[in-house]
């Protein structure tokens, strides 16, 4: 997800140039069906992708999948589908169908095993947020290593913390899609922005807000489930986040 939004409109500009590969659907759900179903019927893996067209970081990722080496990894080992979160629209029916509360980052590259629908991918999801900034060659490493029987389930949870976890994770997702709520018409209006328009300080300034909590929310989430499969059956200490200037 961008994190200059100074350059956002002359980067998105850019990328209008650019085929698109998130396009607003009528039913991104069922495109997600769609691919898992292909997955199950030609032996593959799904891979799901959450991004946006004004997004430097989504754009950057559909790039790298252009690279040849990629080309050759996707069309032998995974069905893809580009879902498109517009101006960060509600998607969680999709994040959280494969167990993720919510999208904390664009792009993110979901992993899913079609016959069980489980994600494969869980403890890297961080790695996507700066997808443009990194080399092809980590992306062919890292697509190239899952494969239908070479990923090994994590640990289970007890009870006791996986209601811990899921109770706040889903509580926080509610709290980041107000939060993208609020930022979704002057997101627009900035990447509609033309040279001549002055920016908007105050939707940066809120931005950045947001940006530093869901970033700090989907590390302290992968922390959270590292420490329950070490302590077992112990109770968790959950964290706590400072309350939005808007709030």
């Known amino acids: ?6 350059v956002l409109s002359t980067e998105s500009q850019a990328a209008d140039t650019q085929v698109s590969v998130y396009k607003a659907s009528a039913d991104p759900m069922q495109d997600v069906q769609l691919a898992l179903e292909q997955a199950k019927k030609n032996d593959k893996l799904a891979l799901i992708i959450l991004g946006a067209q004004w997004c430097h970081d989504s754009m950057g990722l559909a790039d790298k999948f252009d690279a040849p080496e990629m080309q050759v990894i996707l069309a032998d080992n995974f ?21 993720q509360a919510n999208y904390f980052a664009t792009p993110t590259v979901l992993i899913v095993d079609p016959h069980s629908e ?14 443009d900034s990194i080399p092809v060659s980590q992306y062919i490493e890292y697509f190239s290593g899952f494969g239908h029987s070479d990923v090994d389930p994590l640990p289970p949870l007890s009870e006791l913390n996986s209601r811990q976890i899921k109770q706040f994770e889903l509580q926080q997702a509610e709290r980041l899609m107000q939060a993208y709520r609020l930022l979704r018409t002057d997101l627009r209006a900035d990447v509609e922005r033309t040279p001549d328009q002055t920016p908007n300080e105050d939707f940066y300034k809120r931005w950045a ?11 302290d989430i992968q922390a959270l489930y590292s420490k329950a499969r070490e302590q077992h059956d112990a109770g968790l200490s959950l964290p706590t986040y400072p309350k939005f200037s808007w709030e």
């Open 79 to 99: 069905e893809t589908a580009f879902v498109d979160v517009g101006y960060l629209e509600d998607r969680r029916d999709i994040t959280q169908r494969f167990g």
């Open 1 to 6: 997800m961008l994190l200059a939004f100074s």
């Open 209 to 219: 807000e947001v940006r530093s909590f869901r970033l700090q929310l989907q590390a």
């Open 118 to 131: 489980r994600l494969l991918n869980a403890d890297s999801l961080q790695k996507w947020g700066v997808a």
